[in-house]
Antibody
């Protein structure tokens, strides 16, 4: 069974940093593009970033470019999102998703709240 | 960026009836469109990909159609578990973009 389990969310002050993790199981992690997608409270969805199988290709939405870094560890079957210079409008539930064009499997999400 | 617009924002339908949800793209996305279902407090679930291919686990009462800029998700004979929010998403161009969602509620 495919499982994606996010962790690392929490409350952080504006300008702070957080690192999100996504532990994958039930499939050959190293064979798939992976993505992070976020959903601000009560609003819609935004595709934040995605990464190819070996980590050599990475894409970011303009709103996070230069502040967020997506990475992966194919030995640990894990996906990461390093978030720096956090702003109030980064507050959202962050989902890990399998795929780069659509998410066929999603984790349960981890809440990031940026507030002083 | 391609803007996706869904209509209506809320659709009230009785169980057993048909629901038709619409999604429009600001420019052509070919057939590079998916639909998701999201229940409260849950992650989105893939319903349709490639505009018309049903994802595993979804019954035949779910169907998708359209290409270019106009798309439709049809749910025939609504069941109680179908009442949720539905989002369309294009993957023709980066950045990937979503519609704002249609809330399907019980009438």
């Amino acid at each position: 069974e495919v499982q994606l389990l996010e962790s690392g969310g929490g409350l952080v002050q504006p300008g702070g940093s957080l690192r999100l993790s996504c532990a994958a199981s039930g499939f050959t992690f190293s064979s798939y593009w992976m993505s992070w997608v976020r959903q601000a409270p009560g609003t819609g969805l935004e595709w934040v970033a995605y990464i190819n199988q070996d980590g050599s290709e990475k894409y970011y939405v303009d709103s996070v470019k230069g502040r967020f870094t997506i990475s992966r560890d194919n030995v640990m079957n894990s996906l990461y999102l390093q978030m720096n210079s956090l702003r109030a409008d980064d507050t959202a539930v962050y989902y890990c998703a399998r795929g780069s064009t659509w998410g066929d499997y999603w984790g349960q999400g981890t809440l990031v709240t940026v507030s002083s | 960026e391609i803007v996706m617009t869904q209509s209506p924002a809320t659709l009230s339908v009785s169980p057993g009836e048909r629901a038709t949800l619409s999604c429009r793209a600001s420019q052509s996305v070919s057939s590079n469109l998916v639909w998701y279902q999201q229940e409260p407090g849950q992650a989105p679930r893939l319903v349709i990909y490639g505009a018309s291919t049903r994802a595993p686990g979804f019954p035949a009462r779910f169907s998708g159609s359209g290409s270019g800029t106009e798309f439709t998700l049809t749910i025939s004979s609504l069941q109680s578990e179908d009442f949720a929010i539905y989002y369309c998403q294009q993957y023709n161009n980066w950045p990937i973009s979503f519609g704002q969602g249609t809330r399907l509620e019980i009438k």
